[in-house]
């Protein structure tokens, strides 16, 4: 089955303490990419990566790290987290940049930070 | 860059009732344009994506949206909502031609009443 995977789906920690946020798809993707969804606001993109070793800063990259060390695979890393990262945090991928691809979405993971 | 207004934040409908959904967009040239939905618990899933052409399209589970140049709308119409219709709904806009940085509405949440 096609998908996206993330984990955990549920993290509660307290501030400054290191954490990665896994996500891997089955599909051959080259395009990956990281949202977060807070109230009001919508899907913002953190970061996104068009293929292996390539990344960049989306609309709110602040405080967060990614890598793309394999095609599969796209944790999201936060070094010291901040009570104004606790968010729902979805990974996305697409066949490629072309914004004409469909994004097939992770299950979300809520992330609370205290 | 481009943006995108969904101005309605909540919609209440009965169920076996019509259901239209607004969707206003700002880019300078064509967009794509698509339609997610976001059921409680889950990631997003594509409902209906227009690039060029016909400007009605057809999506999955019986919606439908069209494509309003002279408005810059892209409103999701049903003709008749379903109990299992109740979720989030985000419109996305993507730029053509250029790297691709979606931008996501802020949602609206549909509640169905029986």
């Keep these: ?114 | 860059a481009q943006s995108v207004t969904q101005p309605d934040i909540h919609i209440t409908v009965s169920e076996g009732a019509s259901l239209e959904l607004r969707c206003n967009y700002s880019y300078g040239a064509t967009p794509y344009l698509f339609w997610y939905v976001q059921s409680p618990g889950q990631g997003l899933q594509l409902l209906l994506k227009y690039f060029s052409g016909d400007t009605l399209v057809q999506g999955i589970k019986g919606f439908e949206a069209e494509f309003k140049r002279s408005q810059s709308s892209f409103n999701l119409r049903k003709p008749s909502v379903h109990w299992s219709d109740a979720a989030e709904y985000f419109c996305a806009v993507g730029a053509q031609g250029g790297s691709y940085i979606p931008t996501f509405g802020r949602g609206t949440s549909l509640i169905v009443h029986p």
């Design chain 1, 1 to 114: 089955e096609a998908q996206v995977t993330q984990n955990p789906r549920y993290l509660i920690t307290v501030t400054g303490k290191k954490l990665t946020v896994t996500c891997s798809q089955n599909m051959n993707h080259e395009y990956m990419s990281w949202y977060r969804q807070d109230p009001g606001l919508g899907l913002r993109q953190i970061y996104y990566s068009m293929n292996v070793e390539v990344t960049d800063k989306g609309d709110v990259p602040e405080g967060y790290k990614v890598s793309r060390k394999e095609k599969r695979n796209f944790p999201l890393i936060l070094e010291s987290p901040s009570p104004n990262q606790t968010s729902l945090y979805f990974c996305a991928s697409s066949q490629g940049d072309n914004p004409s691809y469909e994004q097939y979405f992770g299950p979300g993971t809520r992330l609370t930070v205290t």
